[in-house]
């Protein structure tokens, strides 16, 4: 029997990667408690890392938003990985975005919809955070966006 965000995923035609693994000397996700915390997740795609470069630059406003709902998707496969199943989210707390920005840049709130918006969609009212949407300088792999989710799971 398939399960409710299961079935959310399947209607937005989302299938969760195998969670990404780290690129660097740190673990992906940490379980604290019910807390949940992933690491920064870069918007790859299987080995490909589909969205490089500064938004407000070479990429827009659309490409940052597509690149934060990747990398969102990615945190959502780190959380199922550390918990089993999605079905445990009890509350998505916090949603940490940034930008990888074009001098002058301010649109941050505007791509890290794209990850606010996949959340929405994937838990409803419990998919309701926090968040932070910010511009970086620089970003690992010249990643357009890095995003981590929080979120407060069942014992």
Excluded: C
Excluded at 4 to 11: A, S
Excluded at 118 to 146: C, K, Y
């Amino acid at each position: 029997m398939s399960s409710v965000i299961e079935e959310r995923l399947k209607v937005l035609g989302i299938e969760l990667p195998s969670a990404p693994a780290a690129v660097g000397a740190y673990v992906p996700v940490v379980k604290v408690g019910n807390l949940v915390v992933t690491s920064g997740q870069l918007p790859f795609e299987g080995q490909t890392l589909s969205f490089t470069g500064k938004v407000g630059g070479p990429l827009t406003v659309e490409a940052g938003a597509q690149a934060a709902r990747l990398a969102a998707i990615n945190a959502l496969a780190q959380i199922k990985a550390a918990v089993g199943s999605l079905e445990r989210v009890t509350q998505v707390v916090r949603v940490e975005g940034y930008v990888n920005s074009a001098p002058g840049f301010h649109g941050h709130a505007t791509v890290m919809n794209g990850a606010s918006n996949l959340i929405a969609e994937v838990f409803g009212d419990i998919g309701r955070h926090t968040r932070i949407a910010v511009g970086a300088s620089e970003l690992p792999l010249d990643a357009a966006v890095e995003v981590v989710v929080w979120a407060n799971v069942e014992s």
